[in-house]
């Protein structure tokens, strides 16, 4: 009964979501935003119920999942329940953290990883503990100035490209590119 | 960095995204990878001479279809692997097809042969250098799909990059067969397999670290 009540409720979270991320993928930046408000707060839920042995991981994986939807967002096929397509990704991340940590608990020492374990329990984690600006210095400066103005400082593709003497594509290239760099920095690629 | 920073960060500028561009870089890897296949054909190879004839017979066709048929499964396989949460369904069994329907008429041939003549219709005159030759086309092609897969979201990365590999090696075998004088079934059946399933090993070995997002 519990479980009907709540494959409803995540039916009718579905339909609102996947509206709102279709409006986004058409253009409109405040639908898309409120997708990834949204979506971070399913996501949380999400990866809590299966790092609960690992709860100072959740929000770092709510954040690189957060990143690799909106670096995805290209993938999703409009005939497809968005659930699907979000937990998979999801997953994916989730498994390659699992798989990460792996390698390195074999290079650490696993007693000490044990204890650290039992701190931060399940108050509402927000703060992840990256930092976006140590991240974006790692980035060449044809992303990272891009990034900066464009989605930090929130001015127009053409405004940046006066700014940063590059061309206008090469702005939007910048952003693309940088973000999937980030994303590469955060797996430990680079 | 706050969750809800990094949201805003990610929403600034987002800006609208064309759609089916899964279908577009397959379409143009394909494109791309028949040209390549062709180019290093006519090169290195050259068409069969006698192919103005050739096109006459019955198993040339049923050759060309055998590795069409197994592009346009692995066509399927890499466009549903390339995006998460999408099921293979149907897929398998539009791959396992036209290989069992390949190998059952190489059976049918073998079994109404002079059993003398049974290992010439098995090892033709180029079982030798078939598969590497269907390789060796391939390689554009598995570039190309690999290019496409890479600017997706595989989550099953082996398996996506088999995929790719599968279907380079289905377009080799397409090409390769303008050059090919084999016309026996059972040679078509394990030989031509073969030379495609090099490329897929290939794809599935490298899949895990070429692909990862």
Redesign the interface.
């Known amino acids: 009964m519990q479980r009907i009540e709540e494959t409803s409720r995540l039916n009718a979270g579905e339909e609102k979501l996947r509206n709102l991320l279709m409006r986004g993928l058409a253009g409109e930046e405040a639908a898309y935003r409120g997708f990834l408000q949204e979506l971070s707060a399913h996501l949380r839920a999400f990866l809590r119920k299966r790092l609960a042995r690992l709860p100072d991981e959740v929000e770092d994986l709510v954040q690189e999942s957060l990143l690799a939807v909106h670096n995805q967002r290209h993938t999703y096929d409009p005939g497809q329940p968005l659930t699907a397509w979000i937990h998979a990704i999801a997953k994916y991340k989730l498994v390659d953290l699992l798989r990460r940590r792996e390698k390195r608990e074999l290079l650490t020492d696993p007693l000490e990883d044990e204890f650290s374990l039992v701190s931060a329990a399940d108050t509402e984690a927000a703060d992840a503990r990256r930092d976006l600006g140590k991240l974006l210095a790692q980035l060449p400066d044809r992303q990272r100035l891009p990034i900066v103005h464009v989605k930090l400082e929130g001015l127009s593709v053409a405004e940046a490209a006066k700014r940063t003497g590059l061309s206008e594509s090469a702005v939007k290239v910048g952003v693309h590119r940088g973000l999937k760099a980030l994303a590469a920095i955060i797996r430990g690629d680079v | 960095?706050?969750?809800?920073?990094?949201?805003?960060?990610?929403?600034?500028?987002?800006?609208?995204?064309?759609?089916n561009?899964?279908a577009r870089r397959y379409a143009s890897a394909v494109v791309w990878g028949f040209l390549g296949a062709a180019l290093l054909m006519a090169m290195l190879l050259g068409p069969r001479p006698d192919l103005a004839s050739a096109v006459l017979l019955p198993m040339f066709w049923v050759k060309l279809a055998f590795a069409a048929c197994l592009a346009a499964a692995s066509l399927f396989a890499a466009l549903r692997l390339?995006?998460?949460?999408?099921r293979l369904a149907w897929v398998p069994g539009a791959l396992a097809a036209p290989v069992l329907a390949m190998w059952l008429l190489a059976a049918f041939v073998l079994a109404r042969a002079d059993p003398a003549q049974r290992a010439v219709l098995f090892f033709g005159d180029t079982w030798d250098v078939c598969p590497f030759l269907i390789a060796m086309l391939s390689v554009p092609a598995f570039v190309a799909a690999m290019w496409a897969m890479k600017g997706?979201?595989p989550?099953r990365l082996r398996l996506a990059g088999a995929a790719a590999g599968l279907l380079a090696g289905a377009q080799g075998a397409l090409v390769y067969c303008l050059h090919c004088p084999e016309m026996g079934p059972p040679f078509i059946a394990f030989w031509y397999l073969l030379g495609m399933l090099i490329p897929a090993a290939v794809g599935a070995l490298l899949g895990p670290r070429l692909l990862?997002?």
Do not use: I, N, Y
């Open positions: 960095m706050r969750t809800d920073d990094l949201v805003a960060m990610l929403a600034t500028g987002a800006g609208a995204v064309q759609p561009q899964a390339s995006r998460p949460g999408v997706l979201a989550t990862r997002w």
